[in-house]
C-alpha cells in the first residue's frame, strides 16, 4: 500500500487526512523500524506492509463505531501502539490510554508520543487484568487487537467499560462465537453488531465484533490471570 493508496483507502472509509496527520504517521513509521532494530515491536517493517497492515488496519476500527463521538478509549495490549496510537494520530481529540504488559513498549510508545508532540494520551505499564481492577468503567470505548482468546478478552476489557459504552474485538477470524455465550451473561453485555470484511490490496480476512455494556460488572470480574486462562468464562 503506498501513501496515495493509504489517503485513497481511508476516504472510502470516510476519513479524510491532512498532510499534518500524515507527516506524523510517515514519522511514527520511521521510529518503529528504528526501535524494532533493538527490541522486537513487529514483524512487519516493509513501509507498504506497515501503512496496510498497522495504520490501515487500525483504522478500519471506524467501520464499526463512530470515532468522531468516541471522548475516552483505552486500547489494551497494544503492543507498539496499534490500533491506539494511530487513531490518536488521525483522531486527536480523543483522549487515549494504551496498556502494554512490557516496559520496553511503554517506552517506545512514549518515544513517538514526546516526538509527534501528542496530547491527551497516557502510557500505562500494567498487566491489563490488574489495571481493570482498580479502573473500572472509566472508558467510552475499550478496543482489542490480536491480544487474546475472545472469552479472555471479555473478561480483560469490560470492567474498564462506561455501562452503556462499547467494546471492540478485532479479530483475524470469527470462529469464536460459539465460546462466548456464558460471557456475555455473567458480564452483562451483548453483541451489538459485527462485521466481516477483507484487507485491501492482499485480501486477508478481519472481523469486528461490537459489545454494548448494558450495567455495572461483578466486582469478581476480571480475576487473576491463571484463573482466567484455565477457568475461561
Do not use: C, H, Q
Given at each position: 500500500m503506498t501513501i496515495n493508496d493509504f489517503i485513497i483507502e481511508l476516504e472510502k472509509l470516510g476519513i479524510k487526512i491532512n498532510e499534518e496527520k500524515l507527516n506524523k504517521l510517515e514519522r511514527y513509521y520511521e521510529l518503529l523500524?528504528?526501535?524494532?532494530?533493538?527490541m522486537n515491536l513487529t514483524g512487519i517493517t516493509k513501509k507498504e506492509d506497515v501503512y496496510l497492515k498497522h495504520f490501515y488496519d487500525s483504522l478500519t476500527l471506524i467501520k464499526i463505531v463512530d470515532l468522531n463521538s468516541i471522548q475516552t478509549l483505552c486500547d489494551i495490549g497494544t503492543g507498539a501502539?496499534?490500533?491506539?496510537?494511530?487513531?490518536?494520530?488521525?483522531?486527536?481529540?480523543i483522549k487515549i490510554t494504551l496498556?502494554?504488559?512490557?516496559?520496553?513498549?511503554?517506552?517506545?510508545?512514549?518515544?513517538?508520543?514526546?516526538e509527534l508532540k501528542l496530547e491527551k494520551i497516557d502510557t500505562i505499564h500494567a498487566r491489563i487484568e490488574e489495571y481493570g481492577v482498580k479502573n473500572r468503567e472509566l472508558y467510552d470505548l475499550v478496543?482489542?487487537?490480536?491480544?487474546?482468546?475472545?472469552?479472555?478478552?471479555?473478561?480483560?476489557?469490560?470492567?474498564?467499560?462506561?455501562?452503556?459504552?462499547?467494546?471492540?474485538?478485532?479479530?483475524g477470524n470469527n470462529d469464536e462465537f460459539n465460546s462466548i455465550n456464558n460471557c456475555l451473561k455473567k458480564l452483562n453485555i451483548r453483541i451489538d453488531n459485527n462485521i466481516s470484511f477483507q484487507l485491501p490490496y492482499e485480501n486477508s480476512?478481519?472481523?469486528?465484533?461490537?459489545?454494548?455494556?448494558?450495567?455495572?460488572?461483578n466486582k469478581k470480574y476480571p480475576r487473576k490471570f491463571v484463573e482466567i486462562k484455565n477457568k475461561p468464562l
Open positions: 523500524v528504528e526501535w524494532n532494530e533493538k501502539g496499534f490500533p491506539g496510537l494511530v487513531i490518536k494520530i488521525v483522531f486527536p481529540s496498556v502494554d504488559s512490557l516496559n520496553k513498549r511503554i517506552t517506545f510508545l512514549n518515544e513517538v508520543i514526546k478496543v482489542a487487537r490480536a491480544v487474546a482468546s475472545l472469552p479472555m478478552l471479555l473478561e480483560y476489557a469490560i470492567p474498564l467499560v462506561k455501562v452503556n459504552g462499547y467494546f471492540v474485538a478485532m479479530k480476512n478481519r472481523l469486528l465484533i461490537l459489545f454494548k455494556k448494558e450495567s455495572v460488572t
